[in-house]
């Protein structure tokens, strides 16, 4: 069936650099979607990209959908501790099942 | 709006003993329900989802079982819990195609 790989499973940062989480997959893509997870909470819907090369922002965070629609990637530009959490990517196949990447865990030390 | 109602919160039971966690959905009809089950520490996985009362579709073979006997009640069981069942486990809605919302989360403890 249809995976998204994502990468990198962990990502330790000093607060005020950037971060930047990949998402992979070997077929193209209907859509793209981002999660956020914080400590012991549930996953809560960021953004969905649905077109070829897209870009969306929201304040600090910047998503981008490739070309081939084949990957992805959440950019957040000079994290702070509030950022900290699990990020993943997901992608909706047949318009039934939403499909989610093993998420990048995002650790910001102050 | 939409609310989405997951319980118990935390749970903590013996292998072999039965399991019921119980999801409704408010302010929606015929959604797309869903259970996932997330390890300590790890990814999202798939477990159930349905697409109307009646309608379930496994992902992974297991010893747990879901039912949806409502519209929007989705219901996950185990006649015989597993050590390895312990986990995150999580409800979540759709309107077709389109992004998930999901409950609070249930944590499942099998001692």
């Known amino acids: 069936g249809q995976q998204v790989m994502q990468i990198p499973q962990y990502q330790h940062v000093q607060e005020g650099e950037d971060f930047t989480t990949y998402c992979n997959s070997s077929?193209?893509?209907?859509?793209i979607q981002w999660y956020k997870q914080r400590p012991g909470g549930h996953p809560v819907f960021l953004i969905q990209?649905?077109?070829?090369?897209e870009v969306k922002k929201q304040k600090r965070l910047t998503f981008q959908f490739g070309e081939a629609k084949k990957n992805s990637s959440l950019h957040i530009t000079a994290t702070q501790t509030t950022d900290v959490g699990t990020y993943f990517c997901?992608?909706?196949?047949?318009?039934?099942?939403?499909?989610f990447g093993a998420g990048t865990r995002l650790f910001v030390k102050a | 709006s939409q609310t989405i109602h997951q319980w118990p919160a935390t749970l903590v039971q013996p292998v072999g003993s039965p399991l019921s966690l119980e999801c409704t959905v408010e302010?929606?009809?015929?959604?797309?329900l869903y259970w996932y089950r997330q390890a300590a520490g790890r990814g999202l996985q798939l477990l159930f989802y349905?697409?109307?009362?009646?309608?379930i579709s496994s992902e992974v073979p297991q010893n747990l079982s879901a039912s949806r006997p409502q519209d929007r009640q989705f219901i996950l069981s185990s006649k015989k819990l597993l050590l390895s069942d312990s986990g995150f486990y999580l409800c979540?809605?759709?309107?077709?195609?389109?992004?998930?919302?999901f409950g609070e989360g249930s944590w499942l403890t099998v001692v």
């Open positions: 979540a809605w759709s309107v077709p195609g389109n992004t998930i919302y």
């Open positions: 077929t193209t893509l209907s859509n």
């Open positions: 990209l649905v077109k070829s090369g």
């Open positions: 997901a992608t909706n196949t047949g318009g039934f099942k939403t499909i």
């Open positions: 302010g929606t009809s015929n959604p797309n």
């Open positions: 349905s697409v109307g009362i009646g309608q």
